[in-house]
């Protein structure tokens, strides 16, 4: 029986959780399961709708599974019992014992425990009281076997060969006073009034330079200062330290003052600029001629003098307070007692009249005519035209009848038409006649009659979405969390996805290697406190010029046998540059390297096991692989499709004369294989 079958369900009853699946109808042969498992070697990818369950068929790797193993294979899925242990000489499989865990196995280790400070293994070292392996003992200067029986004064000098037991003082003597005296160790010297040496001088400064004060006021006769000491002298110095009466300067005259200086540097002040012996203070301005209307008889300084002329008469007044009578108001120069006319005679002849107010200046127009001229109106009104007739009285002479829009404020006004034939059209308000804005100042298409203000920024609390000039009225929005790095106070609401919070952290510890004293906070992970660091002792062989972060525990300090630093050569004695003897290694890897990188090699065939090269490594195999390292049961050999009684071994399907782990994959492998 074979075939498909069509199932299709509904959950619950819900017709609008419909399935619908198609089966096969397996014959029996076990067509319809196989191994689904990928992890399995005899995992095969079948094609879709030809295997639907797993039939337990799948084979996996076999090894060990036991992490803490040193033979642990990551790959296994079943152990075959093949796990080995590191023991504590650090030997994968091995038994050996390190009862001091000074990482040297017991069965070749010199010493078993620790070397004393004298060498001697698990020995008592250097005994109380002693300083040394030999048994000599400190004297009394701390030196281990040294001969100095006493040192009193504890300088470190021995007291048989100490020039002072004691102490020197500051002046050099042995247990000495000290520096008691005025100078110290010594007193001032007679006739000298310091403990440099120096004298007192004409003065009396102790080492002065003044060499002579004749006059004995206690100023040196080189600094002596010549001038007035007179305090009403106009040139009074303060500062002088000699007098000279013939020096002083006073006021002389009534209006002189002094200066006010007192540095001597004062003069006599004259006070009248004009030298007229009237004080400025006392000066009197005015005008000095008698005959003038604003004469002054106490004026001292001239002024502009004023004076009656024509017509005009003096107010009187000796003091200056005077002024001109004004006799001829209209100023046409006849006194007002003559004038006839108080004012202007106009152009007519008029005295004060209004002047050529009259359409022909001085007269009307004539009756009957149309201007100065004589003209009269024509048929249509025009003053002097020649239109003589005009039957309709539309005020269009009959020979002018154009017909076209008449209204000057339309769009098709015609200046020539004097017939309106109802033709006009005007402009939209607010447009012209090609329907352009009258006023648009900010050219952005929208008149500014019909502009509409608001907040025109979209997504702004305060958007208005009619409106089409912005006025300022949008708030300000950003991050207000105040741990961001881009946090403003000023803003006006808070916009969380414009926040910063990266740019400003990052490590601002000052001693790492990436330190940032611009950041605002401190993320210890991104934090790098290796890259920088190395060794800075200048003794050591691999000593780090470029290093900013001193690590002492990566100091090396000895070279081996090759000059290698920190090398593990022990002796070179044909200097040809090739070890001759290692030191023990104490980080062989997987592979017995020492500072090998190999972390496993499970199946121990010298191969770490990132390096295998999986294939067939049987030589008598049809498909034999000479580059695989590791056999991944894939061999194929003659006559190997059944076995047989007349195989010499059986159950050695691969042919190598062996029935091991290979042999049991290669069955594994043609599981569910259908035979014709």
């Known amino acids: 029986l074979s075939g498909q079958i069509r199932v299709q369900y509904y959950t ?4 609008e959780q419909e399935t619908r699946a198609v089966f096969p109808i397996c014959s029996g042969n076990g067509e319809c399961g196989a191994c689904t498992d990928e992890t399995a070697l005899n995992f095969e990818p079948y094609p879709e709708g030809t295997v639907f369950y797993d039939d337990g068929s799948c084979v996996y790797p076999v090894g060990c599974t036991d992490v803490t193993a040193c033979t642990f294979d990551a790959d296994a899925v079943v152990d075959d019992g093949s796990c080995l242990y590191t023991d504590e000489c650090g030997v994968c499989g091995g038994t050996g014992l390190d009862q001091d865990g000074d990482g040297v196995c017991d069965d070749v280790d010199p010493c078993v425990g620790e070397y004393d400070e004298c060498g001697i293994c698990s020995g008592p070292g250097i005994l109380d009281g002693q300083c040394d392996c030999d048994g000599n003992v400190l004297d009394a200067l701390g030196e281990c076997g040294g001969a100095c029986v006493s040192d009193e004064d504890g300088d470190g000098v021995c007291d048989d060969v100490d020039p002072c037991v004691g102490a020197l003082d500051t002046c050099g003597v042995c247990n000495g006073p000290g520096a008691v005296y005025e100078c110290g160790c010594a007193p001032i010297l007679e006739g000298e009034c310091d403990c440099d040496g120096n004298q007192l001088d004409a003065v009396g400064e102790c080492g002065g330079d003044c060499e002579a004060d004749t006059d004995g006021d206690g100023v040196c006769d080189v600094d002596e200062v010549l ?39 004062g003069v006599v002040l004259a006070n009248d600029d004009d030298l007229d012996g009237v004080c400025n203070a006392d000066e009197v301005e005015g005008c000095q001629d008698p005959l003038a209307c604003n004469y002054h008889a106490q004026a001292t300084d001239p002024l502009p003098c004023e004076y009656a002329l024509g017509c005009d008469l003096c107010s009187g007044g000796t003091l200056g307070s005077g002024f001109v009578i004004d006799l001829d108001e209209d100023d046409d120069g006849i006194c007002n007692d003559e004038d006839t006319c108080f004012g202007v005679i106009d152009e007519c002849g008029v005295c004060a009249g209004p002047g050529a107010v009259y359409d022909c200046g001085c007269s009307p127009i004539p009756l009957g005519d149309c201007d100065c001229e004589g003209n009269e109106l024509d048929a249509v009104g025009v003053c002097g035209g020649t239109c003589d007739q005009d039957d309709n009285d539309d005020g269009i002479c009959d020979y002018l009848q154009v017909e076209g829009c008449t209204n000057p404020a339309a769009c098709n006004f015609m200046p020539e038409a ?4 109802d033709s006009c059209f005007y402009a939209t308000l607010g447009y012209d006649c090609n329907g352009e804005c009258l006023d648009d100042e900010d050219g952005d298409g929208v008149c500014d009659p019909f502009e509409i203000l608001g907040c025109t920024e979209l997504g702004n609390p305060m958007y208005n979405p009619y409106a089409t000039e912005d006025d300022g009225s949008c708030i300000q929005g950003g991050c207000m969390v105040p741990i961001a790095c881009n946090y403003d106070p000023n803003l006006d609401y808070a916009i969380i996805e414009m926040c910063d919070f990266e740019s400003c952290a990052g490590c601002s510890i000052p001693f790492a290697c990436n330190y940032d004293p611009a950041l605002q906070y401190v993320v210890l992970e991104l934090c790098d406190f290796t890259s920088c660091g190395g060794c800075l ?8 010029a470029t290093a900013q972060i001193s690590a002492p525990t990566t100091c ?31 980080d062989a890897d997987a592979l017995g390297v020492c500072g090998g990188s190999c972390e496993s090699d499970v199946n121990l065939n010298g191969v770490c096991d990132v390096d295998e090269m999986l294939g067939c490594t049987y030589a008598e195999a049809l498909n034999y692989d000479e580059g695989a390292t590791l056999d991944d049961g894939t061999c194929t ?40």
């Open 556 to 586: 090396i300090y000895e070279q081996d046998a090759l000059g290698d630093c920190g090398g593990d050569c022990l002796e070179d004695a044909d200097g040809d540059g090739v070890c001759d003897v290692y030191a023990p290694c104490s």
């Open 12 to 15: 619950h009853g819900d017709p």
């Open 537 to 544: 002792d200048l003794f050591a062989c691999n000593y780090d």
């Open 227 to 265: 001038g007035c000491l007179a305090p009403l002298a106009c040139n009074f110095n303060a500062f002088a330290t000699d007098s000279d009466p013939d020096l002083c300067v006073y006021p002389f005259t009534p209006c002189e003052t002094c200066s006010g200086a007192t540095d001597g540097s």
């Open 418 to 421: 004097y017939i309106d034939d």
């Open 637 to 676: 050999f003659p006559d190997t499709s059944s076995l047989s009684a007349e195989q010499p071994c059986e159950g050695d399907v691969t042919g190598d004369g062996f029935v091991n782990v290979s042999d049991i994959l290669l069955t594994l492998s043609r599981f569910n294989t259908l035979c014709e």
